[in-house]
């Protein structure tokens, strides 16, 4: 078993910004790429961005690339998500996610979740 662990979220005005983390127990972190998801309310799951074991991949949605960046420490069991220049539509709970596997794929099914954590942006 993975346990994940987010923190971070808040309360932030639109052009702010937020790092959130996601620390990781329970097995050998580098085995696992990891995966940030979103749901805003009324709205399904949506993929933020992924990255590889070793950081040789990292992907993101086209929603927010240039303003999300996904960087990991496997020294430190965490992954971090950092957001930039937030927008209300980035309002959403988000869930660190992680796939057992080193490859280079980005995962479509993740094998553990966190329990998320709020980023509410205003206007």
């Known amino acids: 078993q993975v346990q994940l662990v987010e923190s971070g979220g808040g309360l932030v005005q639109a052009g702010g910004s937020l790092r959130l983390s996601c620390a990781a127990s329970?097995?050998?972190?580098?085995?696992?790429?990891m995966g940030w998801i979103r749901q805003a309310p009324g709205k399904e799951r949506e993929f933020v961005g992924a990255?590889?074991?070793?950081?040789?991949?990292?992907y993101y949605a086209d929603s927010v690339k240039g303003r999300f960046t996904i960087s990991r420490d496997n020294a430190k069991n965490t992954v971090y998500l950092q957001i930039n220049s937030l927008k209300p539509e980035d309002t959403a709970v988000y869930y660190c996610?992680?796939?057992?596997?080193?490859?280079?794929?980005?995962?479509?099914?993740?094998?553990?979740w966190g329990q998320g954590t709020q980023v509410t942006v205003s206007s």
């Open positions: 996610s992680a796939r057992y596997g080193r490859s280079s794929v980005v995962p479509t099914v993740w094998d553990y």
């Open positions: 990255i590889s074991w070793n950081t040789g991949s990292i």
């Open positions: 329970g097995r050998t972190f580098s085995n696992y790429a």
